[in-house]
């Protein structure tokens, strides 16, 4: 039961870090980055975005994939065109760095907070 | 330095203040608490010293992580001042293997005060650093985009560019 317990919480913690590594990787980019700025307000299609590169075309698609992959992008079918807009929600979620400091402290002070206690019991 | 960038936590801790200062300053007692739950925290350096290291391994399944931190001020028994990153095997810092924005250093202060035979710790930590791609991206997203990313967005522009 305990054991089941633990694995869950890896298990958690695992897709979590998964999913965060992937939104940054996204961003990590500053084509991407670039893409996500100019689909911010409006919906764009695909050669209007590949036009203000310099780079070809199938390398802003594949840029265009991953951040669709990485859930920032949101994709429509109008006609022949594919139509981009950003979705940046899960980037407000992870970019708060000190939420997820106070997490590790929380735990640190938990556990000094027992380690204290046992260690003073022993006395 | 925007107070909602910095991370401030206090907890009172049942014991007096010399053990609470032994348990940061010692390897014996830091082994047995400092790493995440459930990880066997393995101590690679530890010099409790002005500008000496503690650099160590935490075994997490799946994401073996090290962890390294450099002492910059210490007062016994009252206050400890540190940077701590994420680090490689050799002990250089390098991003968190979770978020590529989460803050390369850190600099943590933790004072501790006695009252009453127990012992109050704050703790104070900020970033210390953004590299200028961050510091582009958000400003970026800031103009770009009036409203609805929340304020996240916000606070992060607005420190980036003073803790650059």
């Not at chain 1, 590949?50 to 109008?78: M, N, T, V, Y």
Request: overall charge negative; charged content about 25%; aromatic content about 12%.
């Amino acid at each position: 039961m305990r054991n089941q317990i633990v694995t869950r919480i890896f298990v958690t913690e695992q897709l979590l870090i998964d999913m965060r590594r992937d939104v940054f990787q996204a961003i990590a980019d500053p084509t991407r980055r670039e893409i996500i700025q100019m689909v911010a307000h409006e919906r764009l299609h695909l050669n209007a975005i590949a036009d203000q590169f310099s780079i070809s075309r199938p390398a802003i698609s594949k840029h265009i994939k991953i951040l669709w992959e990485c859930g920032l992008l949101d994709i429509q079918q109008q006609g022949r065109e594919r139509y981009c807009k950003a979705k940046v929600e899960p980037l407000t979620e992870v970019s708060d760095w000190v939420e997820q400091f106070r997490a590790i402290w929380e735990q640190k002070f938990d556990a000094l907070d027992d380690y204290l206690k046992k260690i003073q019991k022993k006395k | 330095m925007d107070a909602q960038n910095v991370l401030k936590l206090t907890r009172t801790f049942d014991a007096p203040r010399q053990l609470v200062w032994a348990s940061f300053s010692q390897a014996e007692h830091l082994a047995h608490w400092w790493g995440p739950k459930g990880c066997h925290l393995q101590i690679v350096d530890f010099e409790f010293r002005e500008g000496g290291a503690f650099h160590y391994f935490m075994d997490m399944p799946n994401n073996p992580m090290w962890g390294k931190i450099t002492y910059e001020s210490l007062i016994e028994p009252e206050k400890i001042v540190y940077l701590s990153g994420f680090a490689n095997a050799d002990g250089e810092v390098i991003r968190a293997p979770f978020s590529e924005l989460f803050p390369l250093l850190i600099r943590s202060e933790l004072t501790l005060t006695e009252v009453d035979g127990q012992t109050i710790v704050q703790m104070q930590g900020y970033p210390l650093n953004a590299t200028q791609a961050e510091i582009d991206f958000f400003n970026g997203m800031k103009s770009n985009m009036e409203q609805g990313f929340g304020s996240t967005f916000d606070q992060l522009a607005e420190y980036l560019p003073k803790v650059a």
